[in-house]
């Protein structure tokens, strides 16, 4: 607790009768003096403000029992000094000393909380009132002791709290209270325990039938924190009260086949068959059928999602959904703020969107190695306060098993507890002992109202244990001796509470015993109906591969204009940026006589037409409102306020919503919450922006467990695109290359798109068509977008490209192949590379026409019928020159020679042009960067078979 808090708690007021008279007077000799009151009386007044008037003492003073002033000693108000630093000490270290661990007893007697370190007697609390230390006490507690006893049973009971490291006084007084007055700890009704522990022993009498009857089988048993099943509950039901009409839950592997059995209400039936075999056999490959695309590999049992609708008579109350989860642990966190975000913001109409915090709430629940172990969590709790990204306060409950596989806490982490991580966020921490059940539905109350009432996170440490190993094959006493014979023979919390329940005459022993048969009965019915109820539950493969017609996405020139213009409005009162004006009215320029349509124009009109088509929009990246290279300008800043104006949220034409959000500088959470927002949102077209390409490697794993795999895993349909600046214009390894190769290593089974785009137009079409398949068949779309290029006019398109066509795979180079009988070598190339050779065509001597440059626009799915063609268009073709910026082991070379090779005829060769391999993608001195890019000009060019360093011969020996 910091020094504003103890003004908080104590003030004027509470002092009366002879306490009061002495701390005015020695109020006014520390007035005088400072120095003249020892050093703890000085620093107490140092937190208060001047005392009442003298009348208002006298006011003070009537209500109050002894009105004389009875001059009492300085050593006496040092005591209530004592006794205030004491109590205001168990409040912030109490749960130091709480017993808040299951496998400990009695935990070890912390100094700070003892009488003795602040040279106090009980009876010197006894001469103190209680008010002095406590104002806000109940009425039955008189004096300091009473008041330390109680503080000390709130404070270190099973139930503990960290509370210290939030700034708002409200918020924290708030919460104090709540916990001081006992109201968290309302007495349970008899069914409301009787229904948890029904719960508690579904819990444990499912994970028990799991055992015997799969021996030896994975599942991450939870038991150990079997209470999380009914604080979920809880939660659930809370949330829903409070009107909620989506509950996201993000978990890992333990417990979560309790969790979809009992929470989300996945039949027994359907978990077993999981045991047995594939979900959906029918689904799965048989042998012999290698080749067959399904689009649909599956996942293990443990890491699939659910959602589980609630009904109130016919109507949908609400939904429950656990997300899809790779093994990678914690990734799923900003994917499920990514839903909740989605389930909360209304689209429907022009501007920016509406949230409502209330309709959606992520639930996380981590794991205590992991939670400080993953970066990508506190990545995505510094999300929580940001515009763009915040979800109305997460609910965050680590699961807490004290251990991580085989590693400990003293091996896993540098923090006293597994929540630390979260402080710094300022979220309340409670700590609580996953043995007592009624103290977690209580942190479980006090989280949601928290929740509820100020919009921002809340996290649980529920302290349990690990019964089994790992998994159930792992063995915990060969690295745990110790910990597993305490666990061994550590009772069920079922057990101690049904106990509880017993001695309370809640339960008898009989109707126990009633219950516990009835639910075995019912997993050993589920058990043999598994079959039958199996198939019912199986995924439905949502057709992977079906046809689809392509949608025009030209628009016409007079639409594009009229919305060109009038994105160049301002309102009356705005003041823009007089170099930002000039760059805008350039765009005006775009559609005279001869105007071209740069990057950036392209992007805004492609935007401006998908709302107007009702699509929704959402953008974000570092610096992607302006954008990194200074050309995008989605939101304007008024010159003298500064205040943010959005044209593309005032266009007239808009049906749907703009949202454009400069990111943190985060690449994986922001990805992952693009992700989830793009799953949610299906009727939007979400874009996420990396700043240089080179940084997207930093979220390489929501790449790899999700963009590219979700759907062959989960069946989970994404249409999220990534722009991905990249080219090699000498700005060192870390500013050329998106890594274009590692995308097109994750493609298969038409996962996605990936391209490398060399005009505007082509952006622009790409972007329409992306829109308009969000609803059917969508996949992720990888585009490598230029940098320099967003200024050249080689890149730059006419109007009547974008009134006219569709977005092409293949494009010709129009400097070449003039002669097309003539043509001898091919040189297919992507991106950047290929404007460089067209702004060298322009000013070179005439090229050879026994030359054919062809521009691949589209590296997955592999243009191959398109290829094909050109081919054909070239009789004598001598060979194709597959030319790249990057490195030979980078880049799409080592992707593109089989399949290009596979269309050659016999006698053409296929040789290899570019960068010999490297470790690092780019030189990091910008002159041998342009002697290397010349290089490779001039040897495309130059038309002639002698031996050059870089140009390899990709014959079927050399690969
Ligand atoms: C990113 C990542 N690294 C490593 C692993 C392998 N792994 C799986 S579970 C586990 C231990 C996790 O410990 P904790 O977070 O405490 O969760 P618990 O298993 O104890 O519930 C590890 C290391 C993983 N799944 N993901
Ligand atoms: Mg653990």
């Avoid at 088509?613 to 003298?640: M, N, P, S, Y």
């Avoid at 997207?696 to 991905?724: I, P």
Wanted: aromatic share 8%; proline share 5%.
């Amino acid at each position: 607790m910091d020094d504003t808090t103890i003004a908080g708690l104590i003030s004027w007021r509470d002092f009366y009768g002879p306490n009061l008279g002495y701390a005015i007077e020695l109020y006014e000799r520390y007035l005088s003096d400072p120095n003249s009151v020892d050093a703890a009386t000085k620093k107490f007044f140092e937190q208060w403000e001047a005392p009442p008037v003298q009348q208002e003492y006298q006011q003070l003073d009537m209500g109050t029992a002894d009105k004389q002033r009875i001059a009492i000693s300085e050593n006496e108000v040092t005591r209530i000094v004592a006794a205030q630093r004491l109590a205001r000490n168990i409040r912030e270290y109490g749960h130091l000393e709480a017993r808040i661990n299951p496998l400990v007893e009695q935990p070890a007697a912390v100094a700070l909380l003892k009488l003795s370190t602040y040279q106090l007697t009980e009876n010197n609390l006894d001469a103190i009132p209680a008010q002095s230390i406590w104002p806000d006490a109940p009425k039955e507690i008189r004096t300091a002791r009473e008041a330390i006893i109680r503080l000390r049973q709130v404070y270190t009971g099973t139930l503990a709290y960290e509370f210290g490291h939030v700034h708002n006084m409200e918020e924290r007084a708030r919460l104090m209270r709540m916990v001081e007055s006992g109201a968290i700890f309302h007495s349970r009704s008899p069914e409301e325990q009787r229904k948890t522990l029904k719960r508690l022993i579904q819990v444990e009498e499912f994970e028990t039938f799991l055992h015997r009857t799969f021996v030896g089988q994975k599942r991450f048993s939870i038991e150990g924190v079997d209470i999380l099943v009914p604080m979920l509950d809880k939660l659930v039901q809370a949330a829903v009260e409070a009107g909620a009409k989506h509950v996201m839950i993000g978990m890992a592997h333990r417990g979560r086949l309790n969790v979809l059995a009992h929470v989300l209400g996945k039949p027994y039936a359907a978990i077993f068959s999981e045991f047995h075999t594939a979900p959906n056999k029918e689904l799965v490959p048989s042998e012999g059928s290698m080749g067959i695309n399904y689009g649909w590999t599956g996942d293990v049992k443990y890491h699939l999602g659910a959602s589980k609708t609630m009904h109130e008579g016919k109507t949908v109350q609400a939904r429950v959904k656990l997300a899809n989860n790779p093994s990678h642990l914690e990734f799923v966190n900003p994917v499920v703020e990514g839903f909740a975000r989605a389930a909360q913001d209304d689209r429907s109409a022009k501007g920016y969107p509406r949230q409502n915090q209330d309709k959606a709430i992520a639930v996380l629940i981590h794991g205590d190695a992991a939670f400080p172990g993953e970066g990508i969590v506190a990545e995505t709790l510094n999300l929580s306060s940001l515009e763009g990204f915040h979800t109305g306060g997460t609910l965050h409950i680590i699961a807490n098993n004290q251990i991580g596989f085989t590693a400990e806490k003293h091996e896993s982490r540098s923090t006293r507890y597994a929540s630390d991580l979260a402080k710094g966020f300022e979220i309340p921490i409670v700590h609580v002992s996953a043995d007592d059940p009624e103290a977690c539905l209580a942190a479980i109350e006090l989280a949601h109202a928290y929740r509820n009432t100020f919009h921002k996170d809340f996290l649980i440490d529920l302290v349990g244990y690990r019964k089994w190993g790992h998994n159930e094959m792992d063995d915990p006493n060969m690295t745990q001796p110790q910990l597993y014979a305490k666990i061994t023979s550590h009772p069920s919390v079922r057990t101690i509470y049904a106990q509880t329940l017993e001695k309370s005459g809640v339960l008898t022993a009989e109707e126990l015993t009633q219950i516990e048969q009835e639910i075995r009965e019912r997993l050993r019915t589920a058990y043999n109906q598994m079959t039958a109820e199996g198939k019912a539950h199986d995924l439905q493969s949502k057709d992977s591969q079906s046809p689809q017609t392509l949608p025009s996405t030209a628009v016409p020139i007079a639409s594009l204009q009229q919305i060109n213009e009038s994105l160049l409005e301002y309102p009356a009162d705005f003041t823009v940026y007089p170099k930002l004006d000039r760059v805008l009215q350039k765009r005006r320029a775009a559609f005279a006589e001869g105007g071209k349509i740069d990057w950036a124009l392209a992007e805004t009109l492609a935007f401006a037409t998908i709302l107007a088509d009702g699509t929704a929009i959402r953008l974000a990246g570092q610096d992607t409102e302006r954008g990194t290279f200074g050309h995008r300008h989605v939101v304007l800043h008024d010159a003298k306020t500064g205040d943010r104006f959005v044209p593309l949220q005032r266009l007239a034409q808009a049906q749907a919503t703009f949202a454009v959000h400069n990111s943190p500088l985060t690449e994986a959470a922001v990805i992952g919450f693009e992700y989830g927002y793009s799953i949610e949102a299906p009727d939007t077209l979400v874009l996420w922006e990396a700043q240089f390409g080179d940084f997207a490697n930093a979220g390489q794993v929501l790449f790899d467990q999700f963009l590219s795999s979700g759907n062959a895993k989960w069946l989970e349909q994404s249409g999220l695109v990534l722009l991905l600046p990249h080219g090699y214009e000498g700005q060192g390894p870390e500013h050329s290359s998106a890594r274009l190769e590692r995308f097109l290593q994750l493609s298969a089974e038409n996962n996605w798109r990936v391209v490398n785009l060399t005009r505007a137009a082509q952006y622009f079409h790409l972007l329409r068509l992306q829109a308009a398949s969000l609803q059917h068949a969508v996949r992720p779309l990888v585009i490598m977008t230029p940098k320099s290029l967003l200024r050249n006019v080689r890149a730059a398109s006419s109007p009547s490209e974008f009134a006219e066509g569709s977005f092409q795979t293949v494009l010709d180079e129009p400097l070449t192949a003039t002669h097309k009988e003539a043509v001898e070598r091919l040189v297919l190339c992507t991106g950047k590379i290929a404007i460089e050779l067209a702004a060298t065509l322009e000013t070179a001597p005439p090229v050879s026409d026994r030359l054919a440059i062809v521009r691949v626009e589209q590296l997955y799915p592999f243009p191959g019928q398109e290829l094909q063609q050109v081919l054909k268009r070239y009789p004598h073709l001598r060979e194709v020159v597959w030319l790249q910026e990057e490195p030979q082991n980078m880049g799409a070379w080592a992707y593109m020679q089989p399949r290009i090779r596979a269309l050659l005829k016999d006698g053409a060769i296929l040789r290899y042009l570019g960068r010999p391999e490297r470790s690092s993608p780019a030189e990091g001195i910008a002159d041998a960067h342009e002697m290397t890019q010349k290089r490779m000009i001039r040897e495309t060019l130059e038309f002639s078979h002698s031996n050059h360093s870089n140009l390899t011969i990709a014959g079927r020996e050399s690969w």
